[in-house]
């Protein structure tokens, strides 16, 4: 019996293929050649705001007489461009609403005066008028008094008196209460009402402490919380920027 040898197994060629050579100054995926740049330019930003409030206490002289003297508390959430002041008169809880986009407003399209002079330089600087929404509402019944005001150089400006008799109409911010709001008989204008009416107005008012000294805190205020969050989104920005 004719016996065949068996051929021994050929082996296995591995083939690798080529290594495609990369630089190692290649940018991360999703980074762009602007990204540095503008890091960069945040981290000046930055370091100009701290340098700029080395000095400055956490907490403005303002503020702290402010809450000293224990009429108002401040309902601030950080992060939200809204503020509110709050306080009880008797059965009534008073609230008013202003938002620190006033501030950036005012700032943006601040007209220049360059023919103002040697005048223009003596007198003082106007505070940054600031919109404000009081809300008044009773424990004792249904019902809420609507304000609205603008505070500038320590006064209120009163433009409008409403009354609605739901009182939660008057505070809720929902396109539903909105779109309700809309269908409503607001009142006439302040400036429109008899003067004796407006003096009476302003008495009832300052009895419930709508006076000069909130009118001169607000605008303060909104402006010491406009410089918070805008140096809190600048680190934010930043640190998305460099991911």
Excluded at 8 to 16: D, E, G, K
Excluded at 20 to 44: N, T, V
Excluded at 177 to 200: H, M, N, S
Excluded at 213 to 223: R, S
């Amino acid at each position: 019996m004719r016996v065949s040898a068996l051929a021994a197994p050929r082996a296995a060629v591995t083939v690798t293929p080529p290594v495609r050579a990369f630089s190692g100054s290649a940018r991360r995926l999703g980074s762009g050649a602007s990204d540095i740049p503008l890091s960069q330019k945040l981290q000046e930003e930055l370091q100009y705001e701290k340098e700029a409030r080395t000095n400055e206490a956490s907490s403005p002289e303002f503020l702290r007489n402010f809450l000293e003297q224990g009429v108002w508390s401040i309902e601030d959430i950080p992060g939200h461009d809204e503020v509110a002041l709050t306080r009880k008169f008797g059965d009534e809880n008073i609230r008013i609403i202003f938002s620190i986009a006033d501030i950036q407003a005012d700032t943006e399209f601040e007209p220049e005066n360059e023919d103002a002079g040697d005048e223009a330089d003596e007198s003082p600087n106007p505070s940054n008028p600031v919109r404000a929404a009081l809300t008044i509402t009773k424990t004792s019944g249904p019902g809420a008094l609507s304000v609205d005001m603008v505070c500038q150089d320590s006064h209120f400006l009163i433009e409008n008196i409403s009354f609605y008799e739901d009182a939660k109409l008057s505070q809720e911010l929902t396109a539903e209460a909105d779109w309700k709001r809309r269908g409503l008989y607001i009142g006439p204008a302040f400036e429109t009402l008899d003067v004796g009416v407006q003096d009476e107005f302003d008495k009832y008012l300052q009895e419930r402490g709508i006076n000069e000294n909130v009118a001169a805190f607000i605008p303060d205020y909104a402006a010491h919380k406009e410089q918070q969050e805008y140096v809190k989104w600048l680190n934010k920005v930043k640190r998305f920027v460099d991911l």
